[in-house]
T-cell receptor
């Protein structure tokens, strides 16, 4: 089954404790991205990747890192999480950078930073 | 970063009613997309619009790409309980996808 998976689905952590949210897709998609969703603000792009070893900043990259060492995986790293990073995070992938190709979203990761 | 204005923010309607929502921007977009997000899941693409003035249907859903290329509209006819969710518009500009703030739809039987 074609899908985007994220882990963990729920995470509660403390300020400053490094964490990684994994994202994996099985559709051989080139383009992957991370979004955060906050009430009243919709989805905002954090980082995106056009292919292996190619990443770029989205609208809200501060406090986040990503890597794309393999085509299927695109982990999101928070080196020193802060409470303002409490949010719902979505990973998405699509066939190519051209967004006419449908983006498939993962189920989301709800992160709480205390 | 840029965001799209979506209205209304929320709607509470009775089953069988028609629904209209819209999305506006100060910028021109080349493509408009409409997504639906159900509780506990990621957004799913409903309709894609590629040309100004285009009107596209997907079952009971109809969306239009505004003539000015700065807005888009989504209509749902004869709503049913499973239409509940958050509907997002998204505009595409030079391969960047920008989402609206969402319209939360609640349908009562």
């Amino acid at each position: 089954e074609a899908q985007v998976t994220q882990n963990p689905r729920y995470l509660i952590t403390v300020t400053g404790k490094k964490l990684t949210v994994t994202c994996s897709q099985n559709m051989n998609h080139e383009y992957m991205s991370w979004y955060r969703q906050d009430p009243g603000l919709g989805l905002r792009q954090i980082y995106y990747s056009m292919n292996v070893e190619v990443t770029d900043k989205g609208d809200v990259p501060e406090g986040y890192k990503v890597s794309r060492k393999e085509k299927r995986n695109f982990p999101l790293i928070l080196e020193s999480p802060s409470p303002n990073q409490t949010s719902l995070y979505f990973c998405a992938s699509s066939l190519s950078l051209r967004v006419e190709y449908e983006q498939y979203f993962g189920p989301g990761t709800r992160l709480t930073v205390t | 970063g840029q965001q799209l204005n979506q209205s209304p923010q929320s709607m509470f309607i009775q089953e069988g009613e028609d629904v209209s929502m819209n999305c506006t921007s100060s910028s021109i977009f080349n493509t408009w997309l409409w997504y639906k997000q159900e509780p506990g899941e990621g957004p799913v693409l409903l309709i894609a619009l590629y040309k100004a003035g285009e009107l596209t249907s997907n079952g009971r859903l109809t969306a239009q790409f505004g003539i000015t290329r700065k807005d888009s509209f989504l209509n749902i006819s004869a709503s049913i309980p499973s239409d509940v969710g958050i509907y997002f518009c998204a505009g595409v500009n030079t391969d960047k996808l920008i989402f609206g703030t969402g319209t939360r739809l609640q349908v009562f039987p």
